[in-house]
């Protein structure tokens, strides 16, 4: 439980409620800025704006997935106020004070080390990364059927990478009966696409391997379907490039090809909100309790 703890909850779309949810059940007081358009209430959370907060008696503060821009600025959907989170409001925090993102930038990494706050960030786990997986394949799927006109069963599928999203998503389609390929550069990640009955390439030969695929679907965040790539592709190949932005590929070149390529950022969150939710919910609170017994060890 988190009796005990006041937890500060910042900004975030549908994704934070399921945040909100789970702390409250687990008996935390939360204060919620950002919310105040919200009709939903939640027993032991309270709305309140920024300059209100007590800020000697906070616990942790939780940011919203996106963390904040390099200004420092937070995204509050539920609501018109500007937040801006600051060095002099974290000073004023106990030192124990953890700050929570989904992910970090310049503008975090260096307002928590100036301020001496620890910063951790969710979406940097394994096992979150690997949850979220499934949502983001799930999002390849309805992207790869709303703009093909054949059917995945059958189709030649080429998936670059084989990291967390890589294998779910090579999985995924193996299982749909399209013929998947794995272009990955590591010899053991080679050995264990193989092993799961899938088509493994080296990414040096990733020129003469897509000459006669139906998707291409990058998780490389890295320019790797360059303009020479591209020119080997079947006119008709679809691009799916779920890496982290700027992605993989030569959009420009695609375009210029005529061969329809789409940048698809933050499909958990489009796709499956309430689960995207659930998967940061339960790795944060665990990561809250965790926080709290230590603390009580410490005193
Ligand atoms: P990951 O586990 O780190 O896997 C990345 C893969 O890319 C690995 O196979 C890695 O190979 C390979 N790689 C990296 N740099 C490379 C390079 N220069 N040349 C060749 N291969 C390279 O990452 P992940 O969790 O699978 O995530 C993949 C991407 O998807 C990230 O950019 C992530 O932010 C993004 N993502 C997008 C969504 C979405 O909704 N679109 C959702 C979640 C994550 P090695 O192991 O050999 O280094």
């Known amino acids: 439980m988190l009796t005990g703890m006041n937890i500060v909850v910042i900004g975030g779309d549908a994704r934070q409620l399921e945040v909100i949810r789970k702390l409250t059940e687990l008996d935390a007081k939360l204060s919620l800025i950002g919310f105040d358009q919200l009709d939903h209430g939640f027993t032991g959370a309270t709305k309140e704006q ?105 189709s030649k599928v080429a998936v670059l990478g084989f990291g967390r999203i890589g294998m779910s998503v090579a999985r995924s389609f193996h299982s749909l009966g399209a013929m998947v390929k794995v272009g990955a550069r590591r010899s053991e990640h080679l050995a264990r696409i193989y092993e799961m009955g899938i088509e493994p390439f080296h990414l040096s030969l990733l020129n003469k391997e897509v000459s006669d695929i139906d998707v291409c679907i990058n998780t490389i965040p890295h320019p790797i379907v360059t303009a020479g790539v591209i020119s080997r592709m079947p006119a008709h190949t679809l691009i799916v490039d779920l890496a982290t932005k700027p992605g993989g590929t030569d959009f420009r070149y695609a375009e210029k090809r005529g ?41």
Do not use: W
Not at 73 to 90: A, P
């Open 259 to 299: 061969i329809k390529a789409f940048l698809a950022p933050g499909l958990p969150g489009i796709v499956a909100p309430k689960t995207a939710g659930q998967i940061v919910a339960n790795v944060l609170s665990q990561l809250l309790i965790e926080d709290l017994q230590q603390r009580k060890v410490d005193e």
């Open 50 to 154: 920024i300059d209100e907060l007590k800020y000697a008696d906070i616990s942790a503060i939780v940011l919203p997935i996106a963390g904040t821009n390099n200004e420092g600025k937070i995204e509050t959907i539920f609501s018109n106020e500007k937040v801006v989170l600051t060095k002099e409001m974290l000073l004023q925090t106990p030192e124990h004070c953890a700050i929570y993102t989904g992910i970090s930038n310049e503008y975090l990494d260096q307002l928590t080390t100036t301020s001496n706050r620890k910063l951790v960030q969710i979406m940097e786990r394994d096992d979150v990364a690997i949850y979220n997986s499934i949502p983001t394949v799930e999002g390849t799927i309805m992207m790869v059927i709303q703009n093909t006109d054949f059917t995945i069963h059958n």
